[in-house]
């Protein structure tokens, strides 16, 4: 039996158990994914041990994710740009670190856009800085998109952000919003306004072009006040629950073998859970 993990610390929130059983299940595996709480005192033993406890690899949440990859004996370019593993696995005894959130974020607008989304979009607004900021504004580079521009309440962490793609990325302070609006093909919302018990991103969407998508990285409520408002408009909406499940698959594949589908069955599987809770991340 094929054994994998969500090590983090608290844990008890991780949707990733939810996923992976749904997928062990529908593909009839005899595997397991386990929640673990480790603490950071505790992680670097925990990396080098873990197989010793069966592990054949896992998935590493907050505050790990950062260790992760200073603990490894190869990470992926993704990883390394990002400078965070949210992905282990075990190959002729080595230790792997992978980040799928690039992949999450970029699967979830190919399954939702049209095919060339990338190129008609042509410049995006990303609103954050933070860790998921990272990987959205990451993806988006690799994609070509000739102007990314974050804005962010912190000028100084948005500038942070401008080493992943110095050609491509523009930092701004939260002012600049309504100004640059009007250019943007793609809006993707990063920060936790809107998510249930914060407040609404406060945001004006008149502005935007008519073929503008708006994506929100926060999945709960699924229709944030961000994406009512741009379906109101007649913008094409992507709502978060996708990125966190297609960040999801890499991992799944390398312990188990088999390459699992994001399907309407696992998101309703997940979103029966979601009614009770709250989260925008792995
Ligand atoms: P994550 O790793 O999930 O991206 P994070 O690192 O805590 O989370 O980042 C949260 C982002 O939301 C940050 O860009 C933060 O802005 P600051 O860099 O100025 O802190 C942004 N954010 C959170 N609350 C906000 C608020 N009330 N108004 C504006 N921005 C906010």
Redesign the pocket.
Known sequence: MRKAFVVGHPIAHSRSPLIHGYWLAEYVIAGRYERIDVTPQDFPAFLQGFRDQGYVGGNVT?PHKEAALAGIDHASDRARRLGAVNTLWLEDGKLYGDNTDITGFLANLDAACPPDWAERAGTAVV????????AVVAGLAERGLGCIHVV???PD??ASLTRLAPDQVRAHP?DNLATLLPEAGLIVN????GMTG??ALEIDLAPCRADAIVSD?VYTPLETPLLAQARARGLRAVDGLGMLLHQAVPGFARWFGATPQVTQGLRDHVCADLVAGKG??Q
Do not use: C, E
Request: hydrophobic content about 40%; cysteine-free; glycine content about 12%.
């Open positions: 907050i609103l954050g800085a933070g860790g998921a900021a990272r962010n309440r912190s962490k948005a939260l990063t920060t936790s306004l914060q407040p990285i925008k991340s």
